[in-house]
């Protein structure tokens, strides 16, 4: 079956970064896009960064766009997420997520604050 399983959180200070991984079984991870979802204290989950099959593209939030960068490794079959310049509103539990397919891993959450 699918897994997806996130690492890579912590508590950060503002302007600090941190690099996600998320290493994806059960599924031919090439042919799928993947997704960087968040979701902040008391909010509703939202999309931060998606990449295509291949690597290719690349789309962000704008809310993260020129901060996060969306990457992966088909041999290894995970996708990263390297956030930059964080910021207290970056605060979240994230996860990743396969296109098409509606499971979740356990996330890793990302706490910025001084």
């Known amino acids: 079956q699918v897994q997806l399983v996130e690492s890579g959180g912590g508590l950060v200070q503002p302007g600090g970064s941190l690099r996600l991984s998320c290493a994806a079984s059960?599924?031919?991870?090439?042919?799928?896009?993947m997704m960087w979802y968040r979701q902040p204290p008391g909010k509703e989950r939202e999309l931060v960064a998606r990449i295509g099959r291949d690597g290719g593209s690349t789309d962000y939030a704008d809310s993260v766009k020129g901060r996060f960068t969306i990457s992966r490794d088909n041999a290894k079959s995970t996708v990263y997420l390297q956030m930059n310049s964080l910021k207290p509103e970056d605060t979240a539990v994230y996860s990743c997520k396969a296109d098409y397919f509606n499971t979740w891993g356990q996330g890793t959450q990302v706490t910025v604050s001084s």
């Open positions: 059960g599924f031919t991870f090439s042919f799928y896009d």
